[in-house]
Protein backbone atom coordinates (compact mmCIF):
# COMPACT_ATOMS: atom_id res chain seq x y z
CA UNK A 1 0.00 0.00 0.00
CA UNK A 2 0.86 3.57 -0.82
CA UNK A 3 1.64 6.07 2.95
CA UNK A 4 3.14 9.30 3.73
CA UNK A 5 6.62 8.24 5.38
CA UNK A 6 8.75 10.54 7.79
CA UNK A 7 12.35 10.20 7.30
CA UNK A 8 13.51 12.47 9.71
CA UNK A 9 13.89 16.38 10.05
CA UNK A 10 12.49 17.80 6.77
CA UNK A 11 12.30 14.74 5.29
CA UNK A 12 9.03 12.94 3.77
CA UNK A 13 7.72 10.65 1.04
CA UNK A 14 5.36 9.03 -0.33
CA UNK A 15 6.19 5.54 -0.27
CA UNK A 16 5.13 2.07 -1.04
CA UNK A 17 4.72 0.16 2.56
CA UNK A 18 3.46 -3.57 3.76
CA UNK A 19 0.22 -3.87 4.32
CA UNK A 20 -0.55 -3.69 8.28
CA UNK A 21 -1.13 -6.92 10.00
CA UNK A 22 -3.29 -7.70 13.10
CA UNK A 23 -0.86 -7.90 16.55
CA UNK A 24 -3.79 -8.05 19.44
CA UNK A 25 -6.59 -9.74 19.40
CA UNK A 26 -8.30 -5.93 20.14
CA UNK A 27 -7.01 -4.64 16.50
CA UNK A 28 -8.25 -3.72 13.71
CA UNK A 29 -7.52 -2.54 10.27
CA UNK A 30 -9.51 -0.40 8.66
CA UNK A 31 -9.08 0.90 5.20
CA UNK A 32 -8.59 4.50 5.74
CA UNK A 33 -11.20 6.75 3.34
CA UNK A 34 -10.39 10.54 4.58
CA UNK A 35 -7.82 11.61 6.41
CA UNK A 36 -6.07 15.02 7.31
CA UNK A 37 -2.73 16.48 8.24
CA UNK A 38 -2.23 18.59 11.79
CA UNK A 39 -0.52 21.35 13.41
CA UNK A 40 1.20 18.35 15.20
CA UNK A 41 2.11 16.61 11.59
CA UNK A 42 4.47 19.87 10.83
CA UNK A 43 5.80 20.06 14.59
CA UNK A 44 6.97 16.52 13.79
CA UNK A 45 8.13 17.45 10.31
CA UNK A 46 10.38 20.01 12.07
CA UNK A 47 11.96 17.59 14.21
CA UNK A 48 10.18 18.51 17.64
CA UNK A 49 8.72 15.48 18.42
CA UNK A 50 11.59 12.89 18.77
CA UNK A 51 9.59 10.42 19.92
CA UNK A 52 8.63 9.63 15.60
CA UNK A 53 11.33 7.73 14.32
CA UNK A 54 12.60 7.43 10.69
CA UNK A 55 9.89 5.39 8.46
CA UNK A 56 7.06 5.78 10.94
CA UNK A 57 3.82 6.68 8.31
CA UNK A 58 2.16 9.90 9.77
CA UNK A 59 -1.57 10.61 10.39
CA UNK A 60 -3.74 10.36 13.95
CA UNK A 61 -7.14 11.63 12.02
CA UNK A 62 -9.04 9.73 9.91
CA UNK A 63 -12.48 7.81 9.11
CA UNK A 64 -12.71 4.52 7.16
CA UNK A 65 -14.24 1.33 6.76
CA UNK A 66 -13.24 -1.95 8.98
CA UNK A 67 -11.18 -4.74 7.23
CA UNK A 68 -10.34 -7.36 9.92
CA UNK A 69 -10.64 -7.42 13.28
CA UNK A 70 -9.07 -9.54 16.05
CA UNK A 71 -11.02 -12.03 18.03
CA UNK A 72 -11.46 -10.01 21.20
CA UNK A 73 -12.83 -6.95 19.20
CA UNK A 74 -17.02 -6.73 20.59
CA UNK A 75 -18.23 -3.35 19.57
CA UNK A 76 -17.01 -3.65 15.68
CA UNK A 77 -17.60 -5.83 12.53
CA UNK A 78 -15.93 -6.37 9.48
CA UNK A 79 -17.58 -3.69 6.95
CA UNK A 80 -18.08 -1.02 10.06
CA UNK A 81 -17.90 2.88 9.27
CA UNK A 82 -15.77 4.51 11.41
CA UNK A 83 -13.96 7.23 13.27
CA UNK A 84 -10.58 6.96 14.45
CA UNK A 85 -9.64 8.67 17.50
CA UNK A 86 -6.41 10.62 17.41
CA UNK A 87 -5.93 8.65 21.10
CA UNK A 88 -5.86 5.09 21.84
CA UNK A 89 -6.63 3.33 24.69
CA UNK A 90 -7.28 -0.03 26.53
CA UNK A 91 -10.73 1.73 28.61
CA UNK A 92 -9.37 -0.94 31.44
CA UNK A 93 -6.60 0.83 33.57
CA UNK A 94 -6.51 3.33 36.53
CA UNK A 95 -5.81 6.29 33.74
CA UNK A 96 -8.71 5.05 31.50
CA UNK A 97 -11.32 4.79 34.25
CA UNK A 98 -11.10 8.11 35.00
CA UNK A 99 -11.46 8.97 30.98
CA UNK A 100 -8.22 10.09 31.29
CA UNK A 101 -7.38 8.37 28.09
CA UNK A 102 -4.05 10.05 26.98
CA UNK A 103 -2.56 8.80 29.53
CA UNK A 104 -3.39 5.13 29.18
CA UNK A 105 -1.26 2.64 31.06
CA UNK A 106 -1.77 -0.35 28.58
CA UNK A 107 0.19 1.69 25.93
CA UNK A 108 -2.19 4.02 24.49
CA UNK A 109 -2.19 7.71 24.28
CA UNK A 110 -0.80 10.02 21.14
CA UNK A 111 0.82 6.59 19.61
CA UNK A 112 -0.87 6.75 15.77
CA UNK A 113 1.34 8.53 14.05
CA UNK A 114 4.05 8.62 16.63
CA UNK A 115 4.80 5.41 18.32
CA UNK A 116 2.89 3.26 15.81
CA UNK A 117 2.11 4.09 12.04
CA UNK A 118 -0.94 6.63 11.41
CA UNK A 119 -3.96 7.18 9.10
CA UNK A 120 -2.31 8.76 5.86
CA UNK A 121 -2.07 5.49 4.56
CA UNK A 122 -4.73 2.86 2.44
CA UNK A 123 -4.93 0.84 5.88
CA UNK A 124 -3.98 1.13 9.12
CA UNK A 125 -3.85 -0.66 12.39
CA UNK A 126 -5.65 0.59 15.30
CA UNK A 127 -5.27 -0.85 18.92
CA UNK A 128 -7.72 -1.15 21.19
CA UNK A 129 -10.60 -0.98 18.36
CA UNK A 130 -13.62 -0.99 20.98
CA UNK A 131 -12.33 2.31 22.67
CA UNK A 132 -10.66 3.93 20.23
CA UNK A 133 -12.93 3.66 16.83
CA UNK A 134 -16.77 5.50 17.23
CA UNK A 135 -19.18 4.12 14.81
CA UNK A 136 -20.70 6.29 11.98
CA UNK A 137 -24.20 7.09 11.78
CA UNK A 138 -25.40 5.99 8.43
CA UNK A 139 -26.05 9.42 7.26
CA UNK A 140 -23.19 11.10 8.23
CA UNK A 141 -20.67 13.26 6.10
CA UNK A 142 -17.58 11.54 6.13
CA UNK A 143 -15.56 14.85 5.77
CA UNK A 144 -17.19 16.71 8.52
CA UNK A 145 -16.63 13.50 10.66
CA UNK A 146 -12.61 13.77 10.17
CA UNK A 147 -12.69 16.95 12.27
CA UNK A 148 -13.77 14.95 15.23
CA UNK A 149 -10.57 12.77 15.08
CA UNK A 150 -8.62 15.83 17.06
CA UNK A 151 -9.15 19.13 16.28
CA UNK A 152 -12.67 19.30 17.55
CA UNK A 153 -12.83 17.73 20.84
CA UNK A 154 -8.99 18.72 21.88
CA UNK A 155 -10.25 22.65 21.13
CA UNK A 156 -13.54 21.83 23.04
CA UNK A 157 -11.46 19.79 26.09
CA UNK A 158 -8.09 21.91 26.63
CA UNK A 159 -9.58 24.75 25.37
CA UNK A 160 -13.60 25.45 26.66
CA UNK A 161 -13.63 22.84 29.40
CA UNK A 162 -10.50 23.85 30.90
CA UNK A 163 -10.91 27.09 30.63
CA UNK A 164 -14.80 26.43 32.71
CA UNK A 165 -15.82 28.74 30.16
CA UNK A 166 -19.25 29.67 31.30
CA UNK A 167 -22.43 31.97 30.39
CA UNK A 168 -21.51 36.08 29.87
CA UNK A 169 -17.73 34.98 30.03
CA UNK A 170 -15.17 37.43 28.24
CA UNK A 171 -13.31 34.97 26.27
CA UNK A 172 -9.95 35.72 24.51
CA UNK A 173 -8.24 33.02 21.91
CA UNK A 174 -4.59 33.05 21.41
CA UNK A 175 -4.38 31.57 17.76
CA UNK A 176 -7.01 31.10 15.14
CA UNK A 177 -5.54 28.37 13.51
CA UNK A 178 -7.58 25.47 12.90
CA UNK A 179 -7.86 24.28 16.72
CA UNK A 180 -8.34 28.16 17.66
CA UNK A 181 -11.21 27.78 15.20
CA UNK A 182 -12.38 24.76 17.21
CA UNK A 183 -12.67 26.52 20.66
CA UNK A 184 -14.12 29.54 19.13
CA UNK A 185 -16.61 26.82 17.50
CA UNK A 186 -17.63 24.75 20.98
CA UNK A 187 -16.95 28.01 22.92
CA UNK A 188 -20.44 28.64 22.12
CA UNK A 189 -22.21 26.05 23.16
CA UNK A 190 -22.10 28.10 26.23
CA UNK A 191 -22.76 31.50 25.05
CA UNK A 192 -20.32 33.84 26.39
CA UNK A 193 -20.82 37.59 25.82
CA UNK A 194 -17.19 38.26 23.60
CA UNK A 195 -15.51 36.14 21.88
CA UNK A 196 -11.90 37.83 21.33
CA UNK A 197 -9.67 36.02 18.82
CA UNK A 198 -6.34 37.00 18.06
CA UNK A 199 -3.90 35.83 15.00
CA UNK A 200 -1.47 37.19 12.91
CA UNK A 201 -2.85 36.03 9.31
CA UNK A 202 -5.92 38.27 8.33
CA UNK A 203 -7.47 35.26 6.15
CA UNK A 204 -7.80 33.09 9.29
CA UNK A 205 -9.58 36.43 11.10
CA UNK A 206 -12.23 37.06 8.64
CA UNK A 207 -12.78 32.85 8.94
CA UNK A 208 -13.15 33.65 13.07
CA UNK A 209 -15.98 36.53 12.04
CA UNK A 210 -17.48 34.23 10.30
CA UNK A 211 -17.50 31.88 13.15
CA UNK A 212 -18.95 33.98 15.68
CA UNK A 213 -15.79 35.65 16.66
CA UNK A 214 -17.16 39.24 18.41
CA UNK A 215 -14.06 40.65 17.94
CA UNK A 216 -10.99 40.13 16.15
CA UNK A 217 -7.27 41.44 16.76
CA UNK A 218 -4.53 41.63 14.48
CA UNK A 219 -1.42 41.16 16.35
CA UNK A 220 0.78 42.53 14.45
CA UNK A 221 2.53 45.02 16.36
CA UNK A 222 2.94 42.33 19.01
CA UNK A 223 0.59 44.27 21.32
CA UNK A 224 -2.07 42.50 21.40
CA UNK A 225 -2.45 42.11 25.02
CA UNK A 226 -2.77 45.99 25.00
CA UNK A 227 -5.39 46.24 22.84
CA UNK A 228 -7.53 43.32 24.47
CA UNK A 229 -6.86 45.03 27.75
CA UNK A 230 -8.46 48.29 26.13
CA UNK A 231 -11.11 46.51 24.90
CA UNK A 232 -12.22 45.14 27.96
CA UNK A 233 -11.84 48.66 30.04
CA UNK A 234 -8.94 47.37 31.75
CA UNK A 235 -10.81 44.50 33.42
CA UNK A 236 -8.92 41.61 31.04
CA UNK A 237 -11.05 38.22 30.29
CA UNK A 238 -12.29 35.70 32.49
CA UNK A 239 -11.21 32.71 30.08
CA UNK A 240 -7.82 33.04 27.93
CA UNK A 241 -7.04 30.22 25.67
CA UNK A 242 -3.60 29.54 24.29
CA UNK A 243 -3.47 28.24 21.08
CA UNK A 244 -0.31 28.21 19.12
CA UNK A 245 2.51 27.02 21.79
CA UNK A 246 5.22 29.84 21.82
CA UNK A 247 5.93 32.09 24.67
CA UNK A 248 5.01 35.07 23.50
CA UNK A 249 1.34 34.16 23.36
CA UNK A 250 1.17 32.59 27.02
CA UNK A 251 2.48 35.67 27.80
CA UNK A 252 -0.39 37.33 26.94
CA UNK A 253 -2.50 35.03 28.55
CA UNK A 254 -0.74 36.02 31.60
CA UNK A 255 -1.46 39.39 30.85
CA UNK A 256 -5.00 39.85 30.09
CA UNK A 257 -6.26 36.68 32.41
CA UNK A 258 -9.00 38.44 35.07
CA UNK A 259 -9.04 38.43 38.72
CA UNK A 260 -10.62 34.49 39.06
CA UNK A 261 -9.86 33.82 35.70
CA UNK A 262 -8.87 30.67 34.29
CA UNK A 263 -5.90 30.31 31.36
CA UNK A 264 -6.67 27.07 29.30
CA UNK A 265 -3.28 25.95 27.33
CA UNK A 266 -4.17 23.77 24.27
CA UNK A 267 -1.11 24.60 22.78
CA UNK A 268 1.83 22.01 22.03
CA UNK A 269 4.81 23.80 23.68
CA UNK A 270 8.42 23.04 22.06
CA UNK A 271 9.92 25.29 24.51
CA UNK A 272 9.89 26.79 28.32
CA UNK A 273 7.88 29.81 29.22
CA UNK A 274 7.96 32.18 32.21
CA UNK A 275 5.37 32.32 34.69
CA UNK A 276 4.98 35.52 36.05
CA UNK A 277 3.46 34.41 39.42
CA UNK A 278 5.08 37.81 40.82
CA UNK A 279 1.77 39.39 39.37
CA UNK A 280 -0.33 36.24 39.70
CA UNK A 281 0.05 34.75 42.88
CA UNK A 282 -3.24 36.87 44.13
CA UNK A 283 -5.26 37.10 41.48
CA UNK A 284 -6.71 33.52 41.73
CA UNK A 285 -6.23 32.20 38.70
CA UNK A 286 -6.18 28.73 37.64
CA UNK A 287 -3.72 27.45 34.93
CA UNK A 288 -4.90 24.20 33.29
CA UNK A 289 -2.98 21.98 30.63
CA UNK A 290 -3.97 18.86 29.04
CA UNK A 291 -3.61 16.74 26.41
CA UNK A 292 -6.67 15.79 24.90
CA UNK A 293 -8.59 12.37 25.80
CA UNK A 294 -11.33 12.30 23.74
CA UNK A 295 -13.81 11.36 26.05
CA UNK A 296 -16.57 14.25 24.39
CA UNK A 297 -16.13 12.69 21.48
CA UNK A 298 -19.62 10.75 21.42
CA UNK A 299 -21.39 14.06 22.74
CA UNK A 300 -19.66 15.89 19.97
CA UNK A 301 -21.21 13.61 17.45
CA UNK A 302 -24.02 14.37 18.36
CA UNK A 303 -23.95 18.04 17.94
CA UNK A 304 -22.45 17.78 14.56
CA UNK A 305 -25.47 15.13 13.60
CA UNK A 306 -27.91 17.53 14.73
CA UNK A 307 -26.43 20.40 12.84
CA UNK A 308 -25.71 22.53 16.17
CA UNK A 309 -21.94 22.32 15.71
CA UNK A 310 -20.68 22.41 11.86
CA UNK A 311 -17.12 21.97 11.30
CA UNK A 312 -17.17 21.02 7.76
CA UNK A 313 -16.32 25.08 8.08
CA UNK A 314 -12.93 24.53 8.66
CA UNK A 315 -12.17 22.43 5.44
CA UNK A 316 -10.58 24.33 2.69
CA UNK A 317 -8.59 22.07 0.20
CA UNK A 318 -8.69 18.31 -0.99
CA UNK A 319 -6.29 15.76 -2.17
CA UNK A 320 -6.61 12.65 -3.17
CA UNK A 321 -3.76 10.72 -1.43
CA UNK A 322 -1.51 10.33 -4.52
CA UNK A 323 -1.04 13.82 -4.14
CA UNK A 324 -0.25 14.33 -0.39
CA UNK A 325 3.10 15.59 -0.65
CA UNK A 326 1.43 18.59 -2.40
CA UNK A 327 -0.90 18.43 0.68
CA UNK A 328 1.75 19.12 2.86
CA UNK A 329 2.91 21.70 0.93
CA UNK A 330 0.05 23.61 0.86
CA UNK A 331 -0.93 23.19 4.82
CA UNK A 332 2.34 23.85 5.57
CA UNK A 333 2.19 27.13 3.70
CA UNK A 334 -1.26 27.66 5.85
CA UNK A 335 -0.87 31.50 5.05
CA UNK A 336 -0.27 32.14 1.41
CA UNK A 337 -2.68 29.04 0.89
CA UNK A 338 -5.23 29.90 2.96
CA UNK A 339 -5.53 26.87 4.13
CA UNK A 340 -7.12 25.35 7.53
CA UNK A 341 -8.11 21.78 6.97
CA UNK A 342 -7.60 19.44 4.02
CA UNK A 343 -9.28 16.57 3.08
CA UNK A 344 -7.40 13.77 1.92
CA UNK A 345 -9.29 10.48 0.09
CA UNK A 346 -8.21 7.07 -0.73
CA UNK A 347 -10.24 6.78 -3.60
CA UNK A 348 -11.04 2.55 -4.08
CA UNK A 349 -14.25 1.53 -2.51
CA UNK A 350 -14.66 -1.87 -1.23
CA UNK A 351 -17.30 -4.09 -2.99
CA UNK A 352 -19.38 -4.14 0.10
CA UNK A 353 -19.30 -0.14 1.27
CA UNK A 354 -19.51 0.66 -2.97
CA UNK A 355 -23.03 -1.38 -2.68
CA UNK A 356 -24.41 0.05 1.05
CA UNK A 357 -27.50 2.40 0.44
CA UNK A 358 -27.10 5.56 2.41
CA UNK A 359 -29.99 7.38 4.31
CA UNK A 360 -30.41 9.53 0.96
CA UNK A 361 -30.83 6.85 -1.47
CA UNK A 362 -27.64 6.85 -3.06
CA UNK A 363 -25.25 4.87 -2.50
CA UNK A 364 -21.77 5.82 -1.37
CA UNK A 365 -19.85 5.33 -4.79
CA UNK A 366 -22.77 7.28 -6.42
CA UNK A 367 -22.91 9.80 -3.46
CA UNK A 368 -18.67 10.12 -3.80
CA UNK A 369 -19.15 10.70 -7.38
CA UNK A 370 -21.88 13.64 -7.01
CA UNK A 371 -19.75 15.13 -4.17
CA UNK A 372 -17.08 15.31 -6.89
CA UNK A 373 -19.10 16.87 -8.98
CA UNK A 374 -20.06 19.60 -6.78
CA UNK A 375 -16.26 20.27 -6.43
CA UNK A 376 -15.61 20.80 -9.59
CA UNK A 377 -18.61 23.42 -9.51
CA UNK A 378 -17.70 24.88 -6.24
CA UNK A 379 -13.73 24.63 -6.18
CA UNK A 380 -12.47 24.21 -2.60
CA UNK A 381 -9.78 26.98 -1.42
CA UNK A 382 -11.72 29.69 -0.69
ZN1 LIG B 1 -4.05 16.35 15.10
ZN1 LIG C 1 -5.80 2.40 29.45
Redesign the pocket.
Known sequence: MKALVYHGPGIRSYDEKPMPILKDSTDAIVRVTKTTICGTDLHIMKGDVPTVTDGRILGHEGVGIIEQIGGNVLNFQIGDHVLISCIS?????A??KKGM?SH???G?GWILGNLIDGTQAEYVRIP?ADNSLHAIPAEADEETLVMLSDILPTGFECGVLNGQIKPGDTVAVIGAGPIGLAVLLTAQFYSPAAIIMVDNDSNRLDVAKRFGATQVIHNDLGNAAEKIMALTNNRGVDVAVEAIGIPSSFDICQEIVTAGGHIANVGVHGKPVQLNLDKLWSHNITLRTGLVDTFTTPMLLKTVMSGKLQPQQLITHHFTMDEVMQAYDTFGDAMKEEALKVIISNKIMSEKVKSAPTALGRTILEQEAFKEELLVNDSPGG
Open positions: SCGRCNCYCENGF
